[in-house]
C-alpha cells in the first residue's frame, strides 16, 4: 500500500526567503508525482507533474525534482511571497489494477509567508 | 464555466436527508474521480470513472451512491449519512486511455458537507 509524507506538516517564513518542500513514498513504482496548492476552503490547482522518467520541472518560482529510487520529492519555491501562503499538496500516482491510477496523496504542508 | 465546476459549493442537511452533490467537467476528458477530505487526514479517493463505468469503489460506504450519465457529468447521491461524513467533497477529472497511461487530475472547487 502506497504512503505518502509531507515534512514538515506546518512552515512559516519571511517573505522573500527560499523555501523547500518535502514528499516521500513508500512504493518507488510511481508513474508520475503531481503537486497541488490548496487555497482554505478551496479545491486544488495543480502545480507541476513530474513523469517517473523525469527529474524535475520548473514553472516560474517553482521547481519540483523527483528521486524515485529514494522515494522522494522536494518542491523549491524562490522569492516566497505573501500570495503563497497555503497548503501544498503533492501525491503519487500508480496503477491500482487493470487500465486504473490512483492517486495517494500527503496530508500536505501549510505554508505561511509574513510580509 | 471552463474547468471543473461542482454545486452546491456549501450543504447542510440532517441525517434523514437526500441529496445530491453534481460535478461537470469542461475539459473534454473521459474519467471522473469523487475524493473526500475530512480534517487532519489526506485526500481519499471514493469512486472512479472511465469511460461512464464505474472502475473503482475504494470500499466506500452504500449511503453514497454514486452515478456518471456521460463523460461530463458526476455526482454522488446521498442518504442516511453520519456526522462523521461531514468533510469537503471533491470531484476531479483527467484523460483516460484504455490501453494505459497515467494524467494528470484537474479538481473542482469541492463541495462542504455538513451532516446534523
Known amino acids: 500500500k502506497q504512503e505518502v509524507t509531507q515534512i514538515p506538516a506546518a512552515l512559516s517564513v519571511p517573505e522573500g526567503e527560499n523555501l523547500v518542500l518535502n514528499c516521500s513514498f513508500t512504493?518507488?513504482?510511481?508513474?508520475?508525482l503531481q503537486w497541488f496548492r490548496q487555497d482554505p476552503g478551496k479545491g486544488l490547482t495543480s502545480l507541476l507533474l513530474?513523469?517517473?522518467?523525469?527529474r524535475e520541472q520548473t514553472s516560474g518560482r517553482l521547481n519540483a525534482s523527483l528521486d524515485k529510487s529514494s522515494g522522494r520529492s522536494t518542491l523549491y519555491i524562490a522569492a516566497s511571497q505573501p500570495g503563497d501562503s497555503a497548503t501544498y499538496l503533492c501525491?503519487?500516482?500508480?496503477?491500482?489494477?487493470?487500465?486504473?491510477?490512483?492517486?495517494?496523496f500527503g496530508k500536505g504542508t501549510l505554508l505561511t509567508v509574513n510580509p | 464555466e471552463t474547468g471543473v465546476t461542482q454545486t452546491p459549493r456549501h450543504l447542510v442537511m440532517g441525517m434523514t436527508n437526500k441529496k445530491s452533490l453534481k460535478c461537470e467537467q469542461h475539459?473534454?476528458?473521459?474519467?471522473m474521480y469523487w475524493y473526500k477530505q475530512s480534517a487532519k487526514k489526506p485526500l481519499e479517493l471514493m469512486f472512479v470513472?472511465?469511460?461512464?463505468?464505474?472502475?473503482e469503489n475504494n470500499s466506500v460506504p452504500s449511503r453514497f451512491s454514486p452515478e456518471c450519465p456521460n463523460s461530463s457529468h458526476l455526482f454522488l447521491h446521498l442518504h442516511t449519512l453520519q456526522p462523521e461524513d461531514s468533510a469537503l467533497y471533491l470531484c476531479?477529472?483527467?484523460?483516460?486511455?484504455?490501453?494505459?497511461?497515467?494524467?494528470?487530475?484537474?479538481f473542482g472547487p469541492g463541495t462542504r458537507l455538513t451532516v446534523t
Open positions: 476531479a477529472s483527467s484523460h483516460f486511455l484504455s490501453g494505459g497511461g497515467a494524467y494528470e487530475q484537474y
Open positions: 512504493d518507488s513504482a510511481i508513474y508520475n
Open positions: 513530474i513523469q517517473s522518467s523525469q
Open positions: 501525491a503519487a500516482q500508480r496503477r491500482s489494477g487493470g487500465s486504473n491510477y490512483k492517486l495517494t
Open positions: 475539459l473534454g476528458h473521459n474519467a
Open positions: 470513472y472511465n469511460f461512464k463505468e464505474q472502475t
